[in-house]
């Protein structure tokens, strides 16, 4: 697949040994260039498997000007989405070496604000293509079903990234299998406290958001068919980011494992820790970042469940590309692959 062995015309040109300038004439023309030089440019190019309608390719990108809006969602709290926001700011970066546009609407959790107009992006809309993440708030759900709306009418295609909704006509969708994630999250509990014990799960924000819905399914699922001796006695989602945890009740239940679904900013486990040290909690969650490698390394973390999450923004913008310039259709869904943290590893 084209798009996704590109890389951009900067790094062509520092392992080729040349200028930018110089790639971009190569592409364009062979003859503008030196023997000796294109055949430096031409091994790097093998080298990263391009084929040899490389040119033309390009060429078609930078005549169609094509544009892609990329939303997100942010909030102080939710360090996974800032995660991928920068990456995929990266990854745009090089797609302007070729003349591909990708603009950013950002949905502000915590200030019910977006960074750009949506009557405006409506009533206007010239994408080739979307990127989007379900939204389930109710302040932004009838904003998000116009946007895709207009996307439809105008034979836009769009597909989603992190999480999947299938009562919309999405062209593909790449992110986590929340359903096995939720199933290892139950195998890290169980390995925990030797499948002996009792349960708490506890997640951060709204409890219909499909991250949270379905791993909660894969995790009970795994528990009732592998695990009888492990009892589920605690369940909470903290609205709003707020750490309302009932402690008292925590350790009235002598509760001994903790299955944190959505972290957030993990604050919720040094209050868990802190408070509970005589519970001798377990705690599996999800997701590498800076904050939960620390609590990783102090032991107030078990386990991570790691996703894969650049992959979830890079190879979206990929096959957005080579579906505008090759007119590739993807498949259905692309699962990104599920592995394991503990302290050792960090």
């Not at 360090?79 to 995929?88: C, N, V």
Request: glycine fraction near 4%.
């Amino acid at each position: 697949m084209w798009a996704q062995k590109m890389i951009s015309l900067e790094k062509i040109a520092e392992l080729a040994g040349v200028s930018r300038r110089t790639v971009t004439r190569a592409l364009k023309d062979k003859s503008l260039v030196k023997p000796q030089t294109l055949a430096k440019i031409e091994a790097v190019l093998q080298e990263n498997n391009y084929t040899p309608n490389l040119a033309a390719r390009y060429l078609a990108v930078k005549k169609n000007h094509y544009r892609i809006l990329f939303m997100f969602m942010r909030a102080q709290s939710s360090l996974f989405h800032a995660y991928l926001y920068e990456k995929a700011q990266k990854k745009a970066e090089e797609l302007e070496s070729f003349g591909i546009t990708v603009d950013f609407l950002i949905l502000d959790r915590d200030l019910h604000a977006e960074s750009l107009n949506f009557d405006e992006i409506v009533r206007n809309f010239t994408y080739d293509f979307l990127i989007a993440l379900p939204v389930y708030e109710a302040y932004f759900k009838p904003y998000f079903n116009k946007l895709v709306a207009v996307a439809a009418q105008r034979g836009v295609p769009f597909m989603f990234y992190n999480m999947d909704d299938r009562q919309y006509q999405r062209l593909c969708y790449v992110g986590c299998d929340y359903v096995k994630a939720g199933r290892i999250g139950a195998g890290l509990v169980a390995l925990a406290v030797q499948e002996r014990g009792r349960v708490a799960i506890i997640s951060s924000r709204t409890s219909s958001l499909i991250s949270y819905t379905e791993r909660i399914v894969g995790f009970k699922q795994e528990i009732a068919e592998r695990y009888p001796k492990l009892e589920i006695v605690y369940e909470h989602a903290m609205e709003q980011d707020v750490l309302d945890v009932d402690l008292e009740r925590l350790r009235k239940l002598q509760v001994n494992a903790v299955y944190l679904v959505n972290p957030g900013d993990y604050s919720v486990v040094p209050l868990l820790q802190d408070n509970l040290s005589e519970l001798n909690l377990k705690i599996i969650t999800n997701d590498r970042l800076p904050p939960s490698e620390v609590l990783l390394k102090q032991g107030k973390i078990a386990a991570l469940i790691e996703q894969e999450p650049d992959k979830q923004v890079t190879l979206p913008l990929d096959i957005a590309l080579d579906f505008l310039v090759n007119r590739k259709k993807p498949q259905d869904v692309y699962y990104t692959e599920l592995s394991v943290l503990v302290r050792q590893c960090i």
